[in-house]
C-alpha cells in the first residue's frame, strides 16, 4: 500500500491489520551456531525450507569511522575493491557474465560504522553463487585499473550526484554538520582530496586489517541445506585472519549550542532546508519508542499523514514533503521504508521540508520550527497518541517484508543488543501511555538549539533575511481556513534568531 495515499490510507491500514499481520514463517527466533563452531564471527540464521530463495548477508566492521585521516573514502573504496571489482581468478566483466545467468549480484554499502556485503539467489543456483560469492571476498585481485575505475566511481558520487541532488546534498551536510569533529562527519564516500591521498596500498592494508572473522557477522536465511551455513563459515574462516574483537570508542557528540545555519550556494529553483541535533538515543534504548511515536505523528516518511506534511503541504500548500525522523534514514530518494544494516552507536533528530519556493523559505522554516517547539510544549493528546501509536505498530510490520531485509533486522538488532526490532516495536508501544510519550519529548526534543542546511540560490539575500528576522507573511492563491491563518500569526513572527550563518559555495561541499 502506498503510503502516500493519506491519513485515510494510514487509518485503513491500521483497521486492515487489526492487531498485528500474520508473521512470516523465517521471522522467528534466529538459530544459533552450528555445533562446533570456533569462528570468531558472528552468526545469524533464518532458515526456511518453503523458500526458493536464500539470502546471504555479511556485515564488517568496517565503516568510514575507519578511515585514517587524510584518507577519507578508504572504507567504502576497500567494499568496492571486492564488490565492484577483479577477482584473482577472473576479471570484472567475467565476474558479471558468470552473475547474469544466475539473476544475482554481489551488492556492497559502507556506512559510518559498518560495510555491508549482500545478495540473493534461488537456492537451485546457491552453489555456483557461492562459489562466486566467496572468490570476490576472499581472493579480490586488487588491479590497478579497478582502484582507479572504483576511486573515480566516488569522486563523481560526491561532486556529480550528492552535489547535484537537494534531497541527498541536505540529508548528507547536515550531518557533517550535526557531528562536526565526530568520526561520524564525513560521508562514507569520503571527500574528494581524501580519495586523492588514498592508494593501492592503503586499501590492501585496511582490507587486511579490517577485514577479518573478528568483524564479521555472516547472515543467511531461506531455503539453505541444513549444512550450507557451517560449511560456508568454515571457509570463510579459512581466508579470513582471526582478528580482535572490539569497537573503537565514540567521543560524545558536540552538543548544539544556538541555530547556527550553513547556507550551501547552488544554482537551484527551490530551497531544500534541514535542521536537527544530535539524539543520545538509539532502538536499545526505552526512550527510542516514545520518541518513535512523536516523530510519526510529526511526520512518517515518505507519508502524507503526519503533522508536518498536513500542516505545511496540505493546508499551506508550501512544497511536497515535510518529515521527521530519530535515527538515520538511509537514501531517502530511493527508499520508503527504514534500510537494514546501517546500524549506529550515535543517532540525531532531523525534520526534512523541501522543496520551497524562495519566496515562502523563511516562511517554511519557521512553520517546521513552529510545529516542534508546539509538541515540544503541549505534547500529543490522547486522541493524537493512540492513533499515532497505533498505526505505527501495524505500518513498522511494512518494513519487514522481504526476506532479506528480515535478516538485516535480525542482524541490526543483535548488534544493538536487543530483541528482533519489530517485535520490540509492538511490545513497547503497546505498554506506552501518552505521558510517556510526552516526558520522552520534553526530555530529548530541544528546539532552541540546532544545526540547520538550507540549500538555495542567492544565499547571500537569504542570510541576510535571516538575520533581519521580520515577520514572513505567507501570500496564498486561493481560501484558507481561518484557523491556518490565526496560526500563520504566530508563524510569520516566530524569532528564529540565528547565532551563526555560514555561506558555503556548492563546489566546496565534500571536497575536504
Known amino acids: 500500500m502506498n503510503v502516500r495515499r493519506g491519513f485515510a490510507a494510514a487509518l485503513l491500514l491500521a483497521l486492515l491489520f487489526g492487531s498485528a499481520p500474520a508473521v512470516a514463517q523465517d521471522n522467528q527466533a534466529p538459530a544459533g551456531p552450528p555445533a562446533g563452531q570456533t569462528s570468531g564471527m558472528e552468526l545469524v540464521t533464518l532458515p526456511n525450507p518453503d523458500s526458493p530463495l536464500v539470502s546471504v548477508r555479511l556485515l564488517f566492521d568496517a565503516g568510514s569511522i575507519h578511515d585514517p585521516e587524510g584518507k577519507e573514502g578508504l572504507a567504502s573504496l576497500t567494499a568496492l575493491m571486492v564488490s565492484q571489482a577483479s577477482t584473482q581468478k577472473r576479471s570484472y566483466t567475467d565476474l558479471l557474465e558468470a552473475l547474469y545467468p544466475l539473476a544475482a549480484s554481489i551488492d556492497s554499502n559502507t556506512d559510518r560504522e559498518v560495510t555491508i556485503f549482500s545478495g540473493e539467489v534461488h537456492r537451485d543456483s546457491l552453489n555456483a553463487y557461492t562459489t562466486l560469492f566467496a572468490e570476490a571476498l576472499l581472493q ?49 564516500a569520503g571527500t574528494v582530496e581524501g580519495l586523492k591521498n588514498i592508494t593501492l596500498d592503503d586499501v590492501k592494508r585496511f582490507y587486511k586489517e579490517r577485514y577479518t572473522q573478528a568483524n564479521l ?16 563459515q568454515k571457509d570463510i574462516a579459512a581466508a579470513l585472519p582471526k582478528g580482535q574483537k572490539g569497537r573503537p570508542g565514540l567521543p560524545e557528540p558536540r552538543k548544539a549550542a544556538g541555530r547556527t545555519f550553513t547556507l550551501i550556494e547552488k544554482e537551484t529553483g527551490s530551497v531544500g532546508v534541514s535542521f536537527g541535533f544530535p539524539l543520545p538515543v538509539t532502538r536499545a534504548d526505552a526512550d527510542y519508542y516514545p520518541l518513535m511515536v512523536a516523530a510519526s505523528y510529526l511526520g512518517e516518511h515518505r507519508s502524507s499523514h503526519g503533522r508536518l506534511f498536513q500542516e505545511l503541504r496540505e493546508k499551506r500548500g508550501l512544497n511536497y514533503g515535510n518529515y521527521a525522523y530519530i535515527e538515520h534514514y538511509f537514501a531517502p530518494p530511493q527508499t520508503n521504508n527504514p534500510t537494514p544494516n546501517v546500524p549506529r552507536r550515535d543517532q540525531y533528530f532531523s525534520v526534512w521540508i523541501r522543496p520551497v519556493v524562495p519566496a515562502d523559505a523563511q516562511f517554511a522554516l519557521r512553520a517546521g520550527l513552529y510545529e516542534v517547539q508546539r509538541l515540544h510544549d503541549k505534547g500529543l493528546t490522547k486522541e493524537e497518541f493512540e492513533l499515532a501509536r497505533d498505526f505505527l505498530v501495524n505500518y513498522s510490520k ?15 538488532s543483535k548488534r544493538y543488543g536487543m530483541p528482533y526490532w519489530i517485535d520490540e516495536i509492538e511490545s513497547r508501544l503497546k505498554k506506552l501511555t501518552v505521558e510517556d510519550v510526552n516526558r520522552a519529548v520534553k526530555k530529548h526534543l530541544h528546539p532552541d538549539n540546532y544545526e540547520a542546511v538550507i540549500v538555495t540560490a542567492n544565499a547571500a539575500q537569504l542570510k541576510d533575511t535571516l538575520q533581519k528576522d521580520e515577520p514572513s507573511p505567507k501570500k496564498y492563491n486561493s481560501e484558507v481556513a481561518p484557523d491556518v491563518l490565526e496560526a500563520d500569526k504566530t508563524i510569520t513572527t516566530l524569532k528564529v534568531r540565528p547565532t551563526a550563518i555560514e555561506i558555503v559555495p556548492i563546489g566546496q561541499v565534500f571536497q575536504k
Not at 536465511?221 to 549444512?227: I, K, P
Not at 519487514?400 to 542482524?411: D, K, N, V, Y
Open 217 to 232: 557477522m555472516l547472515g543467511l536465511a531461506g531455503g539453505y541445506s541444513n549444512d550450507y551455513a557451517a560449511k560456508l
Open 398 to 412: 511494512l518494513w519487514a517484508q522481504s526476506q532479506e531485509t528480515r535478516l538485516g533486522i535480525h542482524m541490526d
Open 140 to 188: 579480490p585481485a586488487f588491479s590497478a585499473d579497478d582502484f582507479k575505475r572504483n576511486r573515480d566511481l566516488l569522486e563523481s558520487y560526491l561532486t556529480n550526484t550528492l552535489r547535484s541532488n537537494d534531497e541527498l546534498l541536505g540529508l548528507e551536510m547536515i550531518q557533517e554538520k550535526i557531528f562536526q569533529g565526530h568520526p561520524y562527519e564525513h560521508h562514507p
